[in-house]
């Protein structure tokens, strides 16, 4: 839908006080091994509709707009050349520090060169009025450039390739100090206090020599569907940025934490919440699509969506913490995105709800350090995942620990899931990790069958679904019954990944927490044992032996079930183990303490695709577990 | 019966039609605004006119558009009634050339000029400002896509030619 360029010939005018012929030097870009900053480089920005990565080089490498699943504008983190990106920054050595203000999602990254030092301040402005008052861009970025001593150098290289790097849009210039690419359906409008040209098509340049104190702003404005609107520049950015910032203190002065690793759950907290739709109360998996799970490898999928999976991790990492009115939201949302299915469950929704997602190979992008193929959409949907009921009733027991009403209208739902699990849960499935080869009996499946039918007796119980607790519990004991007989190895000692087969699974390490097996039961001790055996890289673990998923490439630990390691611990009652253990995996977090999916075991380095929700809320949960232990240690 | 007269007569087919013709037009303008052709909303424009909120804004912009259409519905029925066009085919082909008329005016006149009569919008001389502004059309609309000309002017014709055929019948009928 975007305007394709004409190739039209650079303006006569120079860039700021430059000549024509100096502004091809403009172009260089910062200098990245094999064209890829490693994912750990990035930072994640939003406004709880979309993110954006910004790359420690002060390049935005990743923003899909409108929404967090839609079509990219930029994209280099999937394709250097192709991707598209938004470079703020310095074009020479520099050192690069970077944090973000206490409490926010305000990032700031300071440029400290020979010839002085700036300050780059990225956010995006969030809605914090009814949102269809004032006259505002649907979704805006703000990247605010001080020069905090000497003369630095700014330099600025702009371009943006909708529709994830097919289309090289050509912007014109509109107003003073404003380049627009605009066409039917899509504006957006890139405002700029530095001057720009285009030295060739699609891409805009350029740099300036500031003074200590002077600031340079940059807005980029989205809107569809609609006449476009510019918004307002000068120091009404600066108050936006306070407005920002404000919005995200007064949410971490709701968290209720006040234990060990402190800063790492507000900034885990901020990042589920970064992750949260705010028009829907959806919760998607990751920010990113395709980055992959071993470099060179094919395992690159999309995460944009909700997985039902994990939606109670994140639940409970919401409400566990104080955030009640996320917690509920994101519920409100399970309810009214799984009508459309109920009483059966998919194992993927869009942040709308919607179910129908196909998987598309983006061949326009080569994919991060070549890991090809780029995908949008995920070709889950359709997969049976049986643990997803567990994980709705689970939301709806948690949800009702906290106060939170059940309507009745979900009550019949959640009754509706209830009754599918009782119907299916003999069922083979693709189980938690969609692996190829067919479906299994999958243990940690059925342990959320369980899970399911439990939190159903217990939400009955509590008088918070009407039902009869009894028919439920009938079912509940024999599928604990049957776990306990088919998933457990005599031999090896060890609860295995699914009935009747003998690979070992992290996952199985969630049956304390979800209340299956007490931690110090002799079997699940062992079979901690065994997982650590097989499984372990220090403190991390991975999710399944090296190949049992059919794929070539062995992927990188997963980042959440080493914190499932470090539950599992806590609640053994060994939390001076469980602190040690989240502290080594914390310290594969990046400087900002973000995480992705997996760490690659040989280097340390972070894969897939960032930040991840499930490794932040494993965290959490972690962490969580852990205060209560140290707390029961304590006996308060 | 003088000009005024008829329309008197006449006001109940004037204001339904007129209804009708504008419901028709907004309908296509907000489809084509839907379809990704043209971001171009003039009921939002008009309500800017006269609010910089955007709730308000699109209300007031819906009711200033139907008494617009109204009012062009009058108009056209002034027209049609003082060159005494009686057969329903001959006021449909007026209301056609009329609304092509007025569509032209709109893309080649009121819209690049609006910027300097509109108090929320833009114009491509323009710094920046500390309130927010509206993107001005540009020439013939274009800056809001390819496709606004087109579709202005063919729900200007659309406007004209059903308002035309309904008004036209009703006054062959008597």
């Known amino acids: 839908m975007w305007r394709r360029g004409r190739g039209e010939p650079v303006p006569d005018g120079a860039v700021g006080n430059r000549s024509p012929a100096e502004v091809p030097a403009l172009l260089r870009l910062p200098v990245r091994p094999d064209g890829y900053l490693p994912i750990a480089d990035y930072a994640v920005i939003g406004d709880t509709r979309t993110l954006a990565l910004v790359g420690r080089d002060g390049s935005i490498d990743w923003l899909c707009l409108p929404n967090v699943d839609d079509a990219s504008v930029f994209a280099a983190l999937l394709d250097r050349e192709r991707g598209g990106h938004f470079l703020v920054g310095v074009s020479g050595p520099a050192e690069i520090e970077r944090r973000y203000a206490p409490d926010t999602a305000v990032l700031i990254t300071r440029f400290t060169t020979a010839d002085g030092v700036i300050e780059l301040t990225d956010f995006m402005p969030l809605a914090l009025h009814d949102a269809i008052g004032p006259m505002e861009p649907a979704r805006r970025m703000v990247r605010i450039a001080e020069a905090i001593a000497g003369n630095p150098r700014l330099c600025v290289h702009f371009a943006a390739r909708p529709d994830y790097g097919a289309v090289v849009a050509d912007p014109r210039p509109a107003g003073q100090k404003s380049w627009v690419l605009a066409d039917g359906r899509d504006f957006l409008l890139l405002q700029s206090d530095v001057p720009l040209a285009a030295p060739m098509r699609g891409t805009l340049v350029g740099d300036k020599r500031l003074i200590a104190g002077e600031k340079c702003r940059f807005t980029l404005s989205f809107c569809r569907n609609a006449p476009g609107i510019i918004p307002a520049g000068g120091e009404a950015v600066d108050r936006e940025c306070e407005n920002t910032a404000g919005f995200w203190r007064q949410f971490c002065e709701r968290i209720d934490y006040h234990g060990p690793f402190r800063d790492a759950v507000i900034r885990s907290l901020i990042t589920l919440r970064l992750l949260s739709f705010s028009l829907s109360g959806a919760v998607v998996a990751a920010a990113t699509s395709s980055l992959p799970e071993a470099v060179g490898g094919s395992r690159n999928w999309d995460y944009r969506f909700c997985w039902l999976r994990d939606s109670y991790f994140v639940l409970h990492s919401f409400l566990e913490f104080g955030l009640r009115e996320e917690g509920s939201a994101f519920f409100r949302w399970l309810m009214v995105a799984t009508q459309s299915t109920a009483p059966h469950l998919e194992a993927l929704y869009t942040v709308f709800g919607r179910t129908d997602v196909e998987s598309h190979q983006i061949k326009s992008l080569e994919g991060y350090r070549r890991s090809a193929p780029v995908h949008r959409g995920n070709g889950a949907t359709g997969q049976l995942q049986l643990d997803a009921y567990g994980a709705v009733l689970k939301c709806a027991l948690v949800l009702a620990e906290h106060g939170g009403d059940i309507g009745k209208s979900e009550q019949r739902r959640l009754r509706g899931f209830a009754d599918v699990v009782r119907g299916e849960w003999t069922l083979p499935d693709n189980g938690l990790w969609e692996m190829r080869g067919g479906r299994k009996h999958n243990t940690y499946s059925k342990v959320m069958c369980w899970g399911a039918l439990d939190a159903m007796v217990q939400l009955c119980e509590r008088g918070s679904i009407d039902a009869d607790a009894a028919v439920y519990a009938r079912d509940r004991d024999v599928v604990r019954d049957a776990v306990l007989r088919q998933a457990w190895n005599g031999e090896r000692r060890t609860f295995t990944g699914a009935f009747g087969h003998d690979f070992l699974d992290a996952s199985v390490l969630l049956m304390p927490r979800l209340g299956f097996l007490a931690a110090d039961d002799p079997r699940m001790v062992s079979t901690f044992e065994a997982i650590e055996r097989s499984l372990g890289h220090g403190a991390h673990l991975r999710r399944y032996p090296k190949k049992l998923d059919g794929f070539d490439h062995p992927e990188g630990t997963f980042t959440a079930c080493g914190y499932w390691a470090a539950d599992y611990l806590a609640r053994r009652g060994d939390s001076d183990a469980a602190r040690r253990r989240i502290g080594d995996l914390l310290a594969f977090a990046n400087d900002l303490q973000l995480m992705s999916e997996e760490i690659d075991p040989e280097n340390g380095e972070q894969l897939g695709n960032f930040p991840q929700g499930l490794s932040h809320a494993g965290f959490l949960g972690a962490v969580f577990a852990l205060n209560e232990a140290e707390a029961k240690k304590a006996g308060r | ?174």
């Open chain 2, 1 to 174: 019966m003088n000009v005024i007269g008829a329309i008197g007569t006449n006001l109940a087919a004037l204001a339904l039609w007129g209804f009708i013709a504008s419901a028709v037009m907004a309908t296509l303008l907000e489809g084509a605004q839907l379809s990704g052709r043209t971001r171009m909303s003039l009921p939002f424009l008009f309500g800017a006119f006269v609010s910089g909120n955007r709730r308000s804004a699109v209300i007031f912009g819906y009711v200033l558009y139907l008494l617009g259409g109204w009012a062009f519905a009058l108009l056209y029925a002034l027209c049609l009634q003082s060159l005494r066009l009686h057969s329903v085919w001959a006021s449909g082909l007026f209301g056609l050339v009329m609304g092509l008329a007025h569509g032209l005016f709109l893309i080649a006149v009121f819209l690049p000029l609006l910027p300097y009569i509109h108090p929320r919008l833009a114009t491509d001389y323009d710094g920046t400002a500390a309130l927010a502004r509206l993107e001005p059309p540009g020439p013939f609309g274009l800056n809001y896509g390819w496709a606004t000309p087109l579709v202005t002017v063919f729900a200007q014709a659309l406007f004209g030619v059903i308002f035309g055929l309904g008004y036209g019948a009703a006054i062959a009928t008597g």
